[in-house]
DNA sequence: AAGCTTTTGCAAATGGTTTGCAGTGGGTGG
DNA sequence: CCACCCACTGCAAACCATTTGCAAAAGCTT
C-alpha cells in the first residue's frame, strides 16, 4: 500500500505502435486524432479529464467530441480506464502493462495532485460481499482523498 | 460486513420534529419545502437522486431548484449525506442516528437495488495513508457494485 | 402586526456529455 | 496503384444535471 506517485512525463514506457497495434487488431482505424490523442495519454500516466486531454492536443489535431467518442471507443476495448474523482467530470487514465492490474488513487483535495497506491486488499472483500449477500461480479469504486504536503504548508485556497 | 437491506418503508426511525430541531439551532427557517422534503427522506432511507426526491413531494410543495439549494444547506450542516453511484448524479440520504457512522453500499447493476454495508474497514487503512504519503485529513469514496439475486434470475436488461 | 432577512419560484445560464448529419479519409479489394 | 465503401470526424445543436440572478413570498423577531 505505499503511495506511488505518478506525476508527470518520466519517460513513456508504452510504445505508440503497441497501442496502435491494438486497434489494428480490432479492427479500428488508425486515424490522426487517435494517434495524437493516445500519444498525449503516453505521456501523462495520470487520470485526465477530457477537456485537459483535448487541450494537450495541438490546435486542430482533434475536436472535443472525437476525445468523448474516442475514449467510450478505447474503453470498451479495454485500452482506458474510466476513474471518478467526482469533480468536474470523468477522468480516464490509459491501460499500461504495470498499471493493468486493479488500483486506487489518493487525490489532494486542494491542488488535485494524483498519487497511485498499488495493489488492492479489497479483491477478498468482494469475494466475502458475495457470499453474504448473494450479489455476483461484484466489483467497487474507490478513491482517497486528502491534503497532500505541499498544501498542507502553502495553504493554497482550494481550487 | 454483512448487507443490510435498506429496502423501503419500514416504519420512520427519525421523527419530523426531531430533524426541524436541528434547522432551529443553526438558526434556519423551518419552511413548507424544508419540511416536505425531510418528511420525504424520513421514508425513504436510502440515497435518493434529486429528481427521485423532487418527485416523492407533492405537487407544487417545492421547486426542483429548491431541492438543490436544500441539499446544499443540509449537507453543509451535516444532516444529510452525498453519495456517488456514477449515474444520472449524485444522490443524498438521511443521516440517521443508526446510520450515523461511516458506511458503504452495494448497488445492483442491473435493477439498481441498493444496500448497506454495516461498518467499514478502510479507517485504519487510511491511516496507513496518511502516514506512507504525508496526506493529511485523509478520507474515502467506496462503493461496491454487482449484479442482486433477482436480477441473476430474471435477466432483466440493464436500464 | 410590522419589519428585516432568509428562502423560494421561475427563467435562464452553465458545464459536461451525447446525438444527427453530411463530408472526409483509412484500408482493402480489384 | 486506384477506387470504393464504411468507419470516423467536425460542427451544430440537443440533452441533462446543476447553478445563478432576481423579484416576490414567507419565516422569525420585536
Redesign the interface.
Known amino acids: 500500500?505505499?503511495?506511488r506517485s505518478t506525476g508527470c512525463c518520466h519517460g513513456s514506457h508504452v510504445e505508440l505502435p503497441t497501442l496502435t497495434a491494438k486497434l489494428r487488431k480490432e479492427s479500428l482505424k488508425i486515424t490522426g486524432p487517435r494517434q495524437a490523442i493516445l500519444e498525449a495519454m503516453r505521456h501523462h500516466p495520470h487520470p485526465l479529464l477530457i477537456k485537459e486531454l483535448h487541450a494537450l492536443l495541438a490546435e486542430g489535431d482533434c475536436d472535443l467530441v472525437t476525445v468523448y467518442r474516442s475514449m467510450k471507443t478505447l474503453q470498451k476495448m479495454g485500452m482506458v480506464r474510466r476513474v471518478?474523482f467526482?469533480k468536474g467530470g470523468s477522468r480516464f487514465e490509459l491501460v499500461t502493462d504495470e498499471g493493468r492490474e486493479h488500483h486506487h488513487h489518493?487525490v489532494?483535495?486542494a491542488c488535485h495532485a494524483v498519487?497511485q497506491?498499488d495493489d488492492c486488499?479489497?479483491l477478498e472483500?468482494?469475494r466475502?460481499?458475495?457470499k453474504?449477500?448473494?450479489?455476483?461480479?461484484?466489483?467497487?469504486?474507490?478513491?482517497?482523498?486528502?491534503?497532500?504536503?505541499a498544501c498542507?504548508k502553502s495553504s493554497v485556497p482550494k481550487p
Open positions: 500500500m505505499k503511495p471518478e467526482g489518493l489532494c483535495e498519487m497506491l486488499l479489497l472483500v468482494e466475502r460481499i458475495e453474504a449477500s448473494g450479489f455476483r461480479s461484484v466489483t467497487h469504486r474507490l478513491e482517497f482523498f486528502g491534503i497532500c504536503p498542507q
